[in-house]
């Protein structure tokens, strides 16, 4: 299977950016996703004025795919459940001590969870200069998640930095049904909150997460509160897309979690600001 990302044009361009289908089984701290696999989807066109780019080289290497799409890299080793408030340290539990998570280290590698970078540029011919471009989630015929009954949904995020800015991070499931187990240092951590580390020490930080819906456009077509990014025109951007099992999700620790298939499918769509 191919891990595949579309683009396409229109005053609301759109780009597919990935399919990714997930099963996983029950493993140490929580739950572990045994295998991602990718599938080909395709993406949906507006108007000409606005074009969303893709490539898979950054720099003076960028070149927009003219078969619009790019091959995202293959996820060779399981996803394991891990804790992140920024997207650039995440932290594991190696073993726990009767049922619960109490020593976390930093991840050596990118080992535990899914992360690829592809590159993004809005152009748009007879804008005035100045034209910014919101992009957010679109939803597609094909629904943002596809799965039988999403149990394994309510423990993922889905996570993006644009150009290394301040990350934003997508709850994927408004269920929160679990409890968590992680207790940092012995003292167990309120609701809502993930792990951050930082000199050292691991911490208990409130989730920066939000709603998938604040971040997509409607069936009918109305943004979200709150979009991924805002984008200059003709400015090339660097998207590192991350996917992982949150640790300290309450559904973290269910076995129909663990057990779970899924399908996630994702898709931006840029709009002209203002």
């Given at each position: 299977m191919k891990k595949k990302?579309?683009?396409?044009?229109?005053?609301?361009?759109?780009?597919?950016?990935?399919?990714?289908?997930?099963?996983s089984a029950t493993f140490a701290w929580f739950t572990a996703n045994r295998q991602v696999g990718t599938d080909r989807v395709s993406a949906r066109a507006g108007s000409n004025a606005l074009e969303l780019q893709i490539g898979r080289m950054g720099g003076g290497s960028f070149q927009p795919e003219t078969d619009n799409e790019v091959i995202l890299k293959n996820q060779t080793s399981p996803l394991m459940p891990v804790s992140t408030a920024d997207l650039k340290t995440f932290v594991y539990n190696p073993m726990t001590l009767d049922g619960f998570a109490?020593?976390?280290l930093p991840t050596e590698d990118e080992s535990l969870y899914y992360h690829d970078t592809i590159y993004l540029r809005a152009k748009a011919d007879g804008m005035p200069q100045g034209t910014k471009v919101t992009l957010f989630l679109d939803n597609t015929d094909t629904p943002i998640v596809e799965?039988?009954?999403?149990?394994?949904l309510t423990a993922a995020r889905l996570g993006m930095t644009f150009n290394g800015a301040s990350p934003v991070i997508i709850t994927l499931s408004s269920v929160n049904e679990g409890s968590s187990n992680p207790r940092p240092g012995g003292i167990?951590?309120?609701p809502g909150q993930v792990l951050s580390y930082s000199n050292g020490r691991v911490t208990?930080?409130?989730?920066?997460?939000?709603?998938?819906?604040?971040?997509?456009?409607?069936?009918g077509g109305t943004p979200g509160q709150k979009p991924l990014a805002t984008l200059e025109l003709n400015q090339l951007y660097a998207v590192d897309v991350y996917f992982y099992l949150e640790g300290c999700d309450p559904d973290c620790?269910?076995?129909?979690?663990?057990?779970?298939?899924?399908?996630?499918?994702?898709?931006?769509?840029?709009?002209?600001?203002?």
């Open positions: 990302l579309l683009t396409l044009w229109g005053l609301c361009a759109a780009a597919i950016l990935t399919a990714l289908v997930l099963t109490e020593e976390f799965t039988v009954d999403g149990e394994l167990a951590i309120g208990a930080v409130n989730d920066p997460a939000i709603a998938l819906a604040d971040a997509q456009i409607t069936a620790v269910s076995e129909k979690v663990g057990l779970d298939k899924a399908a996630l499918n994702l898709a931006f769509y840029g709009l002209i600001a203002g």
